[in-house]
Nanobody
Framework: QGLLVESGGGLVQPGGSLRLSCAVS????????MGWYRRAPGKQSELVAT???????YYADSVKGRFTISRDNAQNTVYLQMSSLTPGDTAAYYC?????????WGQGTQVTVSS
């Protein structure tokens, strides 16, 4: 248990869907911008998506049209809904504040896309 706890990963077939969750243990969650990152073996970390405190979203080109980031401020949770998954999406996924707040990294959640 930590400030950031990711969950929802698993093994899925190409074309499948998965929803990741990130629970944030702070009473002021609603004021923070949040993002999802991923890292695959041998690759640099990639910022996949962000959602600002006002709801504005950003997506990396690699996931546009397939992934949706959202947040539930009442539940202190940020989500990443993933669809049309491909093997290229295989990675460990992490959440964090993308704009400089000094939070420790969670354990991440592994997503593996394979037939």
């Amino acid at each position: 248990q930590g400030l950031l706890v990711e969950s929802g990963g698993g093994l899925v077939q190409p074309g499948g869907s998965l929803r990741l969750s990130c629970a944030v243990s702070t009473p002021t969650f609603s004021i923070y911008d949040m993002g999802w990152y991923r890292r695959a073996p041998g690759k640099q970390s990639e910022l996949v998506a962000t959602i600002r405190s006002n709801g504005t979203t950003y997506y990396a080109d690699s996931v546009k049209g397939r992934f949706t980031i959202s947040r539930d401020n009442a539940q202190n949770t940020v989500y990443l809904q993933m669809s049309s998954l491909t093997p290229g999406d295989t990675a460990a996924y992490y959440c964090n504040d993308p704009y400089g707040d000094e939070w420790p990294w969670g354990q991440g959640t592994q997503v593996t896309v394979s037939s």
